[in-house]
């Protein structure tokens, strides 16, 4: 039952992203006896180049090197097939790291949180957001290289707004969501 419980949860975040091309597949087996619930594959409908990228949960490697405090999720991309989809697509660069990090103070805030990011990066913004559930100072920390902070707060949020902080010289302004 865990593991349907984290298909659905998959499902949805992916829903709320946007993403309205997924299959899902109960046959997929990925080959590796170390995976320990959900395994995925990453196609270009586009192209019969086959999978470009392929990964899954495997909880009980970290336990293998002394850290039962892990859950762990991989992935690995085909380089070459990667590299061909965007020569055929015509792109020749991919934009740098860092620019915003997206934070959330809460849970409840973390969906919003997780579309805005998906927002920004279809308009080609480098986007950081920390899906683990770290606490605001935490996330501010990690965010600490990069430009731009938009943070989701519920008082803000209550009134449609985020607060957006420029992490150079540390001033932040309450923008509208609309």
């Known amino acids: 039952l865990d593991g349907w419980n984290e298909l659905c949860n998959l499902y949805d975040s992916l829903k709320n992203r946007g993403t309205d091309n997924i299959r899902i597949n109960f046959g997929i087996v990925r080959g590796l006896d ?94 950081n957001i920390d899906l683990t559930a770290k606490s605001l100072k935490k996330q501010m920390e990690n965010s600490a290289d990069s430009k731009f902070c938009v943070i989701f707060a519920p008082k803000e949020f209550s009134e449609k707004q985020v607060v957006l902080r420029n992490m150079t010289d540390r001033t932040e302004k309450q923008i509208s969501l609309d």
């Open 34 to 127: 170390y995976y320990s619930g959900i395994v995925f594959e990453a196609f270009d409908t586009t192209s019969d180049l086959g999978a470009l990228v392929g990964g899954g949960r495997y909880d009980s490697l970290p336990k293998v090197f002394g850290r039962d405090d892990l859950g762990a999720t991989g992935v690995a991309g085909g380089v070459e097939r990667i590299i061909l989809r965007l020569d055929d697509q015509g792109i020749s660069s991919i934009p740098a790291a860092g620019g915003i990090s997206i934070l959330y103070v809460n849970d409840e805030l973390k969906p919003h949180a997780i579309n805005c990011a998906s927002k920004l990066r279809q308009l080609g913004v480098a986007v």
